[in-house]
């Protein structure tokens, strides 16, 4: 059998570290939009397990949707953001949160945030499971971010090489070996 966890050259947050930390980020949501229904608005595929993993300690009414945005390739992004087909009118008065599963040069949360302005959406804010600071980086605003990392590759919950180990529990850095 081949195991992916083999692929991984090190573990940077264990799964109950991210499970700690999405207790965390839930309760500040819940504080922050008590009588807001909020509309979590995920973008797919990357953000699926934190989305789950969130939503599960958030106590107070809210939705949540989905929305397919890509723009990277292997390991560098194309600096092309494509939203695919979305219809943006049913986020109109709502109070937003933008769910990602990391932030590298903010190109993908800027792109959409500039779309958003078009909607008369309630507010928009961001809550990102990773983020990633560099020199290039955008500041997209985040309100809400689960951890810092460095400026490494890294896979797993949700996070993908060319589409593998989104399934991984944890969050690692990938053995340059297994690149392709
Ligand atoms: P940004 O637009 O450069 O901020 O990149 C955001 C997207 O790039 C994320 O949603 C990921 O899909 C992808 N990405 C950025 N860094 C990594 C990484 O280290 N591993 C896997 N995907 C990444």
Redesign the pocket.
């Known amino acids: 059998m081949k195991d992916i966890n083999e692929e991984v050259l090190r573990v940077l947050i264990t799964e109950e570290q991210i499970d700690a930390r999405c207790k965390e980020l839930a309760s500040q949501i819940e504080a922050d939009y008590e009588n807001k229904n909020p509309l979590l608005l995920c ?1 797919i595929n ?2 699926l397990p934190f989305l789950g993993n969130l939503i599960k300690y958030i106590r107070i009414p809210m939705e949540y949707d989905c929305i397919r ?4 390739q292997g ?1 560098s ?1 194309t600096g092309n ?1 494509i939203v695919e087909n979305y219809n943006f009118d049913k986020l109109k008065g709502r109070h937003i949160i933008l769910i ?12 959409l945030k500039q779309m958003l302005k078009s909607i008369p959406i309630g507010s928009v804010e961001i809550c990102s499971l ?1 983020n ?1 600071p560099g020199l290039n ?2 500041d ?1 605003g985040a309100k809400y971010i689960g951890f810092e ?1 460095p400026s ?4 797993g919950f949700g ?3 060319n589409e593998q180990y989104r399934n991984l529990p944890y969050i690692g850095i990938m053995n340059p070996k297994a690149i392709k």
């Open positions: 973008l990357g953000s945005v890509h723009s990277y390991q992004s953001v990602e599963d990391i932030i590298d040069t903010g190109l993908t949360l800027h792109t990773l990633k980086q955008i997209v990392i490494e590759f890294v896979i996070l993908d090489y």
